[in-house]
């Protein structure tokens, strides 16, 4: 009898700026986790309505394009999705930070690839 495979365990990036994110992803895919990518709050909200259960962690940058920004991202997600690991990054945050559910974490733009790191092995460690 065949054993069952483990549902992936992925990174959702969230980042409008192609650099940072293929930056973001290329430090995440150093992980056990699969990294997915979106330039916007509403592509991560989409890919998420069909595949929340495989995510563990998102990384959003709090200035995002279109209605929903990372703050509001992150709010939506921990409501709907309480298990998912957040981590939100900014060079210029303004006072959405404020506005940050409990439990999600910041990091201030330049971010550091061992911050990132150590956020995303905390998150691949369960939910």
């Not at 709090?62 to 939506?76: N, T």
């Not at 439990?103 to 460690?125: F, N």
Request: proline share 6%; with cysteine.
């Amino acid at each position: 009898m065949g054993q069952a495979t483990p549902p992936a365990r992925t990174a959702l990036v969230v980042e409008d700026d192609r650099a940072l994110r293929n930056l973001a992803a290329a430090v995440l895919e150093e992980t056990d986790l699969r990294v997915v990518e979106a330039d916007s709050g509403e592509e991560a909200l989409f890919h998420l309505r069909s595949h929340a259960s495989e995510v563990a962690l998102i990384f959003a940058d709090v200035r995002l394009p279109c209605i929903l920004d990372g703050v509001d991202l992150a709010r939506a997600v921990s409501t709907r999705w309480p298990w998912i690991k957040l981590l939100v990054t900014s060079g210029d945050p303004g006072d959405r930070i404020e506005h940050l559910p409990a439990g999600a974490t910041y990091l201030q733009k330049p971010w550091r690839s061992i911050d990132v790191l150590k956020a995303a092995e905390q998150a691949a460690g369960g939910r």
